[in-house]
């Protein structure tokens, strides 16, 4: 981690599989981060009009409100508010350069596609805290 982070810092992680979630948190755990977890977007939009978070880490496809929806909703909360933007980096299983980009016309900041390597996630949060 950066020396000019202190940590931890708070992520929210918006995941629906239990699987990928278990993973993202012992990860963010094992790095250092402090992490709260929504389980679909309607859950996210909800958590960030509650509080800040320094990262949120988005998947794409979920029910109820798939990660596009909640990032454009999230995208508006912060602009109503004058609030600065929170870096959303997008968590899916494409990895066509057409995934890539439709993660960034949505609002996402990066994008990071799964399976990842712990070094992935790594080099993503320092690029984004």
Not at 17 to 37: R, T
Not at 54 to 59: E, G, K, P, R, T
């Amino acid at each position: 981690m950066s020396a000019m982070s202190p940590l931890p810092l708070t992520i929210l992680v918006v995941e629906d599989n239990a699987m990928n979630e278990q993973l993202i948190c012992n990860l963010l755990d094992f790095l250092g981060y402090g992490f709260h977890v929504s389980r679909d977007g309607r859950e996210a939009v909800k958590a960030c009009q509650a509080r800040r978070f320094d990262l949120i880490l988005m998947d794409c496809q979920m029910p109820n409100m798939d990660g596009f929806e909640a990032t454009a909703l999230i995208r508006g909360v912060e602009s109503s508010k004058g609030a600065t933007r929170v870096p959303i980096v997008a968590l899916t299983a494409g990895s066509a350069d057409v995934d890539r980009e439709r993660c960034i016309a949505s609002g996402m900041d990066d994008y990071l596609s799964k399976p990842f390597r712990v070094a992935d996630v790594r080099r993503k949060l320092e690029k984004w805290l």
